[in-house]
């Protein structure tokens, strides 16, 4: 059964490798024959200057780079020599792919691994910005955040600080203008590539690629550095599900019930109860009691049954999205209508809304596990409201 993950970080390994030692090089024995009368007794010459200076300081060399590399200052990848410089792919956590593949849900021009790439160009997805007129991963304006901005990620606010609210904007913005230029190149006033025309709309406007009839001179700098970070996205795209039965993986799963109105969104938190700070694993619709919730897919029940702290638990598993197992959990039922080995189908009811566990008041804690890791689930829920 899925669990919250504990607090704290996984173990490290222990670094155990050592530079290996350096074997003395052989030696001639002392010569034990004594030397001819009147000669001198050969003398035994010491180490030269360059062996008192060179040894010492690689001692020292040897030494400071193993206490950096052990308590992590040097890292490996610079200790075994030059590798190419880190991109930004690693600053992207793999919870933002449903919420890419949603945005790019609403246009065919727009791809998650496109979204993906202007984001790291624009910001390198870092929220910060000393600009106060351009704010969030994807730097919206003020004015532009009036126009594309919502709360897509029901967490009670609209902001571009928001990663997933920003992503969502960003793939409103580039769709609108998709079409503004796809309407343009259909009447011939321009020509060339739609993610093309579309960048360059995005960069110097929808007029100036009009005007111009192509891909502006003043938009090729920005075009060509969102396409050269294609590849990489196209990557992490790929690692992480992408269609099942023909369907976009995002928005898969049908709402477990029958409002969705979000009092507790997925992320960290400070629990209610216990007062801890950790993840919170799913996200809590507020019902009344006695709503009924049912599953949001076809699978098959692995567990049903009332635990501590999830209250009366049930735990579906709907089978593979392209290699990775995708499982759903329903918490805090007032009562259990499914059985563990059951075979569900998306609809079918698996308990009543209740207040079961460690629970303030009538709710259901929803959860999408992917591969047995916690994901949100707002991007996988066909509506979010």
């Not at 093309?196 to 700098?221: I, M, N, S």
């Not at 700070?277 to 006695?290: S, W, Y």
């Not at 563990?340 to 008041?361: D, E, K, R, W």
Request: hydrophobic share 35%; net charge negative; with cysteine.
């Amino acid at each position: 059964m899925p669990v919250d993950p504990a607090d704290g970080t996984p173990p490290q390994d222990d670094v155990t490798d050592e530079p290996p030692g350096h074997e003395p090089p052989d030696r001639e024995p002392p010569s034990t024959t004594p030397a001819p009368d009147g000669a001198r007794p050969p003398r035994r010459r010491g180490p030269g200057p360059f062996v008192l200076i060179a040894v010492p300081t690689m001692v020292v060399i040897v030494g400071v780079a193993g206490f950096l590399a052990l308590t992590g200052v040097l890292s490996p990848a610079l200790s075994e020599g030059p590798d190419p410089a880190p991109t930004s792919v690693s600053n992207v956590d793999a919870s933002y792919v449903p919420w890419l593949r949603k945005a790019a849900d609403a246009c065919e021009v727009v791809t998650p691994s496109l979204l993906a790439a202007q984001i790291d160009q624009l910001s390198g997805w870092n929220n910060d910005t000393a600009s106060l007129s351009q704010q969030g991963i994807a730097r919206f304006t003020d004015a532009q955040w009036q126009t594309w901005g919502r709360d897509d990620d029901a967490n009670g606010r609209s902001s571009p600080l928001d990663p997933a609210d920003a992503v969502m904007a960003l793939g409103r913005y580039d769709c609108s203008l998709a079409k503004e230029v796809t309407d343009l190149r259909t009447k011939g006033t321009v020509s060339g590539n739609l993610v093309d025309l579309t960048l360059a709309a995005y960069t110097v406007g929808t007029d100036a690629v009009a005007q111009t009839g192509h891909v502006p001179t003043a938009a090729r700098a920005f075009l060509e550095e969102v396409k050269e970070r294609l590849p990489r996205y196209d990557a992490l795209v790929r690692q992480n599900p992408d269609t099942a039965d023909g369907r976009n993986a995002s928005a898969i799963l049908a709402p477990p019930a029958g409002t969705l109105t979000v009092t507790s969104p997925f992320g960290s938190r400070e629990h209610p109860l216990t007062g801890v700070t950790k993840l919170h694993t799913g996200v809590d619709f507020g019902a009344p009691q006695g709503a009924p919730v049912s599953a949001t897919r076809d699978g098959r029940v692995t567990f049903a049954d009332m635990t501590a702290a999830y209250g009366n638990r049930v735990v579906i598993d709907h089978g593979t999205i392209a290699g990775k197992r995708l499982e759903t959990t329903y918490s805090h039922l007032a009562a259990l209508q499914v059985t563990a080995g059951q075979t569900v189908t998306a609809g079918t009811p698996v308990g009543p809304v209740g207040s079961t566990g460690l629970s303030t008041g009538p709710h259901l804690h929803f959860e999408v596990l992917l591969d047995g890791q916690y994901t949100d689930p707002m991007p996988w829920l066909s509506t979010t409201r």
